[in-house]
């Protein structure tokens, strides 16, 4: 039977067909409500009394019992269905056992009984378990006297909402997490603001409603939130993609009241003003909002989402004679919107003493070149971030630490985890160390599983260096430094494996690269046996990354010191046709988001389907893609 | 003898018919203390009303939570804001008669629906067993299935499979969030919309791509109304664009550009050449990677994604705070009808620019550098 068969589909729901379990089971519920699933009218209530037994996934599975027996006796007295017809039709087309969907429905309903009887204030103190009517009974008083205390209007109502207005009002603003605001286009006037506006910027509803935005705004934002205010962008070009192509729809919408109303998006920042001075209710109000204007205003950033929405001055009381005739000056538009704080901004600093940060981020190539400097770095590092941009971090390294970090370089590369450095010595611009000490990780495409950079969170030990403690040093540093001094190129070539001819000096900047090259090449070894999940649709991207990178290294460096060396490596290029997947799966602490972690091995439940063929397509040429790698002589650095 | 068992099976049957009788009556009186329109209240089948009782009565705490503290707190600023106005005390809400207490229900109802407008979604509480104890009643618009269907059911039960774990995660109370964390997640849920936007039966559903945003509430007690207050969008496949401060760019599926429409150049600098081939993840703020990442791996489990708002690199130097909206646009191939289409499997964002251009002077990132010396 087809039902049948849709309830064995049931539990693979991730095909994309949700909807037939559901239909299996529910008509066994018996309730009052059976009858009605016949009649169209009430096709809200088929849903009603479509419930699912359980609330785990995958519970239709009952159904390995084959026999169809008829109920017996002791059905009558639980059954209370009115149409013995729905009956017969359940018999023919579900193979389980009355008895069982019967059970399932007594238990569900024990169920909520159960849960209702936690709910009742009056019940709870029960050591023994009440029967359903006394619960039921119970829950009905429990209503009364809800009712009661709470009068609410919505009954008297059309259409009574399940909760009270102004309860739900409270509960949008909770989960909304800001203030609504509706603000006329032309003047900028605050026609209407919410009560959350208070705990936001601190300024009460009555401060606000009847002024003009542009009050409260810094006065570098004006500009742009006169523009998203501006009249010519309420008629919305509407440019519908269609998901199906991907194409662009445009369609010049005519002007029309209706149209108007639909309201064109609008989304922006733009810096207000926030009340620092909690309003009190005494004199010195006034005072305050008077000399607002001579302290330092504060800002903060606002995030402000709504739509453009016209209404008709005839149902406004306008200030100026609105006449319905006119067709320009009888809407008025406003914009409707939402404003919450942006927590990402960086606090606005006026005239703050600055704290020197500790803390800055930057981004490495797989080479170790930055490719991003954050500027935090400038105050402590001395360098502007175009200083550092495209030369090696090798370079900056104090000497002793360079087998370390190379030697985590390596392991940052060949793992998902973060890797945390000892501390290690960077050169500042001014021929100085700090000591810092780094968070690394492997950025990984999710969809590719490269590796596209890694990414390094740098925290300042000290300023300097001399007067570390040996509490804040890792252990290992000191034991390192120590032996690595005397022979200090033979245990660099010993590390790191160089096979270059001894007594050949080795650059600082070269071990970056030299750890990339190592990289490639055991990728290129491993390749066939590794699984590439590469798009096969990648446009050739080897070139881009490839040029750049040359001129970069063409680059003088500032604050340059001998260490220096403008390689001609393009080791920056990921590497082609080789999947980062490596034997080394690790991790139980995943810091990456990972497809594989998150989906589980194979990409099969993948709701788009096509996705799932294109994954399979770009296993089977993956081979097809090594063809068209990188030429691998120009990677390595020659002296 | 046999006469005998037919009689006690017959005051049996009886009793039996009593009880349901009883039972059915409170089962209607339960019913009609429900705040919903009389003909839903008649049609609610038993399991159905004790699910919406309980809905009501866990509402009820919960509010009492959340309004209570609130009541308080604009009880007292209306207080002040009265003082402030020198108007006559009037003793807060005791004074005001029914017809203000109806306006300002009117006035409330209105800025909920003004929210729930802006915010292009339903409002849903969540219990921490997944339980939807409340849907705000707009649901049916972008569900197709009404409030009092889903009330009280369970959200596992309408959810794709594969997104149950993260959704158990965001339920779970953590100790972050007692802290209040945000919540953000996307998730895929049965809608049972035709694409006319009618409502059809849960038969037909199809999976819709929501993004939830929200708040934990949590309860010391009774702790079983502690729950999640989440605002749904479902993410729409078709953007009315703004003529400026948008632009669209297409994507392969690694992230990296395959087309992206001129605008950019005016907003980011960059021409539309340059950027092909280019992944997004190095035109962004670093700190914004995982953001990045998660909107990636979103749009790759279930084809839709919102990022949140992330930093683009402007050519030559500063950055612009972004809002992208993304889909994957599933692979056409050649076909009878239209021989010469071929697009592969691709992702579509459009990128709404919110802010200006910070720090234009500061360059962040290589490519900006090399840029300049280009010029």
Redesign the interface.
Known sequence: MSARNAAAGGGDRARGEPAEDVLVEENQSGSVSLPSLMTPSSAACMSLSMEMPRKRKGSLDNQDTKSSSIPDADMEDIQNRSDGEDQNVKIKCFREPHSQIEKRRRDKMNNLIDELSAMIPTCNPMSRKLDKLTVLRMAVQHLKSLKGSASSFSEANFKPSFLPNEELKHLVLKAADGFLFVVGCDRGKIVFVSESVTKILNYSRAELIGQSLFDYIHPKDMGKVKEQLSASELYPRERLIDAKTGLQVQADLPVSAARLCSGARRSFFCRMKYNKIFIKVEEKEFQASTSKKKESQKYCTVHCTGYMRSWPTSHLEMDGDGEPDKQDSSYYSCLVAVGRIHSHSSPQVNGEVRVKPIEFITRFAMDGKFTFVDQRATTILGYLPQELLGTSCYEYFHQDDLPHLADKHRKVLRSKDKIETDCYKFKTKFGSFVTLQSQWFSFVNPWTKEVEYIVSTNTVISYDPGRTSRSEVKSELSSSSKTSEEDGNKSLQVILGISTTPGAMIYAGSIGTQIANELLDFNRMNSSSSSGSISPFSLPQDKCPQTHNQISNNMPNGGATDMEIPGKSSSEDEPQGAAFSGGESLMVENSQLDLDSVVGPGLSSLSNDEAAMAVIMSLLETDTNLGEAVDFEEMHWSS | MKADKEKRRMI??DA?RR??R???E??A??SR?????QS?QD??????V??L?????????L?KG??GK?AEA?HA?KC??V???GEEWRGCDRGRD?EE??T???E??E??N??????EGF?I?LST??DMI?L??NVSKYMG?????L?G??I??FT???D?EEIRNNLRLTAEVWCGA?RDFVM?I?G?LTHRGR?S???????KVLHC???A?VCVA?S?VSCL???CQPLP?????????TF?S?H?????F?YCDQRITLLLGYSTEEL????I??LC???D?NCL??N??NL????QSVSG?YRMLVRGGGYV?V?SHS??????RPSKSRPG?H????I?C?T?V???VE?PS?????????H???R
């Open positions: 049996s049957r039996a009880r349901r009883v039972e059915s409170v089962f009186e339960l203390l429900l705040p919903l329109q839903v049609h609610l089948d038993k399991p159905s004790i699910r009782t309980l809905s009501y009565i866990r509402m009820h705490t509010l959340i309004t609130k604009s600023v002040e804001q003082m402030e106005s029914d207490k109806k300002d229900d009117v409330a109802s800025e909920t003004m929210f729930l407008r802006i915010l409002l509480v067993e997944g409340y705000s009643d299935l009404t409030q009092t269907e009330m059911h369970n596992f039960e794709h499979p594969c149950h945000k895929r049965k049972a409502s039966n849960l038969k037909s559903a199809t999976w945003q929200g708040r509430k009774p079983s207050l989440l605002t496949l078709s953007h009315t664009l703004l003529s400026t401060h669209t297409q392969s599926m690694d992230m990296r395959t092909l081939g280019r992944s993840y190095d703020h670093t700190l990677t990442t998660k990636h791996l790759c489990l279930k084809s708002q705070w809002e889909a994957v646009i599933p692979s056409v289409a697009q592969p499997l691709c579509l459009v709404y919110l802010s200006g720090e500061l360059q962040l990132s290589l490519d900006q550098t090399v300049r010396y280009l």
